[in-house]
């Protein structure tokens, strides 16, 4: 199916003639140690079907009990949306088969949601905010996890069997839905990406989640539809399931653009379904054709009793959530004397975090920007790698500066220091010893190296007492070369103009 190619309209012409709407649900597996119904324990990694209990395998006679740390996290989650805290909701059986729920039927909330009515608004990289409705944040459990074994592309279609694991089945999440995201234009794919991006900073600060895109503890689908114009109603969208990073959100909204353009262009109508996202190929596939609510048949879940939060709880929850990412920036621009577009620039390198982490193992925070947007951003990008991933640490990037600051090293010999910790010589502290790279600042050591200089350029000893000091660079120059970039160019300076004046 992924072979099949389709006409696209290029992106810019596209937005030009469409009007992009885009909704995104989000599902965030939630941290808890236990699972949502049952006391199983909630693992990552282990031999299948170890963590799982008669809830989990929805052995008949077994029922549900709910997790309070759930629901409290998904209450702290509703209110970082801004939204409502339901007085009282319900769990409701979502209806469907397949292996990979055990109880053919998920355990969600369908009409009575936790949270609902709630908004957040996202900083686009040009530094303007843009608002997106949230219409609910509702508690549900995640399914175990089907292997097809022997099929293309791990998918159903031509496998010689199939194998399934319960461990996950049960993990609670919930699941975040936001309005129609109208008004977002030829910055939907932006949109996108930074909205998943800044959801999944807020599951990280209010602890409820670690948030791991590449483990499947925050998943993103993605609808998409078209229309003419801003006044037209809206047209018919498809939904690209499970895209498992920021990037891929960005990409598949834009390639969605691209295809139903293609698609309406050429007369022919959208069909609602869901689609495949393809990492490798950046492009999506038709899965099923969507189901409507109803064909789920929704009821009640007659096996839990409805929840109602108590105000005071609530209130307490509200009192005590941790400060949230935009927030926090603020705070730290403010502390750090950084300019909009310093922050801005380091935001979106996703050098945050190791930033304030150098600044707390010590450095300043010049300092801290200096070389993670400097010398080590570049590296990153040559290497095709993230800040994060770089073999150096914040408390390494802050003992370099210390180095720096005390006048052990230079700048240029720095770098040469970044360079041996990155290849794995050690601390900072070790490459410099191990490399000998410490500046030579010793009177008698540079008194030599110049007294050579000085010899070997008498044509520039003659401009210096002729009066034009700036000469003294070339001199200076001619001794940093020697001692391989390792003197203290400061004082050679002085030493030579001493000695020649
Ligand atoms: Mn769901």
Redesign the pocket.
């Known amino acids: 199916m992924s072979t099949q190619t389709v006409d696209l309209v290029d992106y810019d012409d596209a937005v030009t003639r469409y009007d992009p709407v885009i909704g995104i649900?989000v599902?965030v597996e939630l941290g808890t140690r236990s699972k949502m119904f049952d006391g199983a324990p909630q693992t990552f990694g282990d031999e299948p079907n170890t963590a799982v209990t008669p809830v989990s395998l929805g052995l008949p006679g077994a029922l549900p009990v709910v997790n309070r740390t759930a629901v409290e996290y998904a209450v702290r989650i509703g209110l970082a949306l801004n939204c409502t805290i339901a007085e009282s909701c319900r769990f409701a059986r979502k209806n469907y088969f397949y292996p990979d729920v055990p109880k053919n039927f998920q355990t969600?909330q369908y009409d009575e949601p936790i949270a609902y009515d709630g908004h957040l608004d996202i900083e686009l990289e040009d530094g303007s905010t843009f608002r997106v409705e949230i219409e609910r944040a509702h508690m549900?459990e995640d399914a175990g996890k089907n292997t097809h074994v022997g099929g293309a592309g791990g998918r159903i279609q031509g496998a010689d069997y199939s194998l399934v694991d319960y461990n996950r089945a049960g993990i609670p999440?919930v699941?975040i839905v936001t309005r129609p995201i109208e008004g977002a234009g030829d910055r939907a794919p932006e949109v996108a990406r930074v909205y998943v991006n800044t959801l999944r900073d807020i599951f990280r600060a209010l602890g409820v989640s670690e948030a791991r895109m590449e483990r499947g503890n925050v998943r993103a689908d993605v609808n998409l539809s078209l229309r003419p114009t801003p006044e037209s109603p809206l047209g018919t969208r498809t939904e690209t399931k499970n895209v498992n990073s920021f990037r891929s959100v960005e990409r598949a909204v834009r390639y969605e653009i691209s295809r139903q353009a293609a698609v309406l262009d050429a007369g022919a109508a959208v069909i609602q379904e869901t689609r495949h996202w393809h990492e490798d190929t950046g492009t999506t596939s038709p899965g099923r054709v969507k189901s409507d609510a109803e064909d789920y048949r929704y009821f009640p879940e007659p096996d839990l009793v409805p929840l109602a939060p108590p105000r005071d709880w609530v209130e307490d929850i509200r009192a005590h959530l941790p400060e949230l990412p935009v927030a926090r920036r603020r705070r730290l621009q403010a502390d750090w004397g950084y300019s909009d577009a310093e922050m801005r620039d380091l935001v979106n390198a996703g050098a945050g975090e190791l930033i304030e982490a150098t600044v707390t193992a010590g450095a300043s925070p010049a300092a801290a920007r200096k070389w993670w947007m400097g010398e080590l951003a570049r590296t990153a990008k040559a290497d095709g790698v993230s800040l994060e991933e770089l073999a150096i640490t914040p408390a390494q990037v802050a003992e370099l500066a210390a180095l720096v600051e005390a006048g052990r090293i230079n700048d240029k010999l720095a770098r040469q220091v970044v360079g041996g910790v990155l290849a794995g010589e050690g601390s900072p502290e070790q490459v410099v010893v191990a490399r000998g790279l410490e500046v030579v600042s010793d009177d008698g050591a540079l008194d030599a190296a110049i007294d050579e200089a000085l010899a070997a350029n008498p044509d520039v000893v003659e401009k210096i007492r002729g009066g034009k000091v700036q000469a003294a660079g070339a001199i200076v120059g001619a001794v940093m070369k020697a001692t391989r970039g390792k003197a203290d160019a400061a004082r050679v300076r002085e030493l030579l103009l001493e000695r020649i004046g």
Request: glycine residues 0%; negative net charge; hydrophobic residues 15%.
């Open positions: 649900e599902h969600s549900e999440l699941e």
